[in-house]
């Protein structure tokens, strides 16, 4: 399917790379056009945020720190005008973290030092996803999107910051219930009677359970969650 999709792509799609180390700019820049993709290089933050913004992209490239305004700010920037995707990349796995903790919108996240073909590999993926996005009507709905957590409810497949993960028929469901009600705290009560059946064999424990395995598997820190919260006395709360 995604072949497919590419293939019809193919010499479209444009990406712009905001990376101030010219050397890695280059090596991404020949790789992916070796994939067939149209490729601009920007190699400060003023520069990269201002064609960001004037010209059309089906992708971003960029690097966190950056002379002038860094990879923070410009995926804020971004974000405030445009859904095009944005793949960010960090040398250092303490900012990927706090990317994610500030909830900026990037779609993907990378730590250097990365080998091109994954990179080539996480370009594609988002690339078919986003032209199904914005192609189909008739898909929108069977994706959750919220952070790094990427829910594909057709499939039933989920990604946490690009990797799958494996999740069982009711952590799947769960999970997809609370994603799909940000921000809207839900009683344990409530949690079991929406995804479990009532002639299910279990209790409100069941529930906590379930949090607790999904945690583990889409949390970076499960005693700091930053998608679902315990709300003290009352239940969960997926962060928006
Ligand atoms: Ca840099």
């Avoid at 070796?34 to 010209?55: C, K, M, P, Q, R």
């Avoid at 410009?74 to 706090?98: F, G, N, Y």
């Avoid at 799947?172 to 609370?178: K, M």
Wanted: with cysteine; glycine share 6%.
């Amino acid at each position: 399917m995604y072949v497919e999709k590419m293939r019809k792509e193919k010499n479209m799609s444009r990406i712009l790379i905001i990376e101030d180390e010219e050397a890695i700019a280059d090596l991404e820049k020949d790789y992916l056009e070796l994939n067939d993709f149209e490729v601009e290089i920007e190699n400060s933050g003023d520069t990269g945020l201002a064609t960001a913004l004037s010209e059309e992209f089906d992708l971003i490239i960029l690097d966190l720190m950056l002379p002038g305004i860094d990879g923070f700010e410009i995926c804020k920037r971004i974000r405030e005008e445009k859904d095009v995707p944005i793949l960010m990349v960090s040398a250092k796995k303490d900012d990927i973290d706090k990317i994610r903790g500030l909830g900026l919108g990037a779609d993907d996240y990378l730590t250097k030092p990365f080998s091109p073909s994954e990179l080539v590999a996480r370009v594609k993926a988002h690339m078919a996803r986003y032209a199904r996005l914005v192609g189909t009507h008739t898909k929108e709905n069977d994706m959750v999107e919220i952070r790094g957590i990427r829910i594909d409810k057709t499939a039933r497949r989920v990604f946490i910051d690009g990797a799958e993960k494996t999740f069982t028929t009711k952590e799947f469901d769960l999970l997809t219930f609370l994603a799909e009600n940000p921000n809207h705290v839900f009683t344990k009560e409530e949690l079991f009677r929406e995804i479990w059946d009532m002639d299910s064999i279990g209790d409100i424990a069941t529930v906590t359970v379930h949090i607790k395995k999904i945690r583990e598997k889409i949390e970076t820190d499960t005693s700091k969650p930053q998608y679902i919260e315990t709300i003290w006395g009352v239940g969960y709360r997926f962060k928006l």
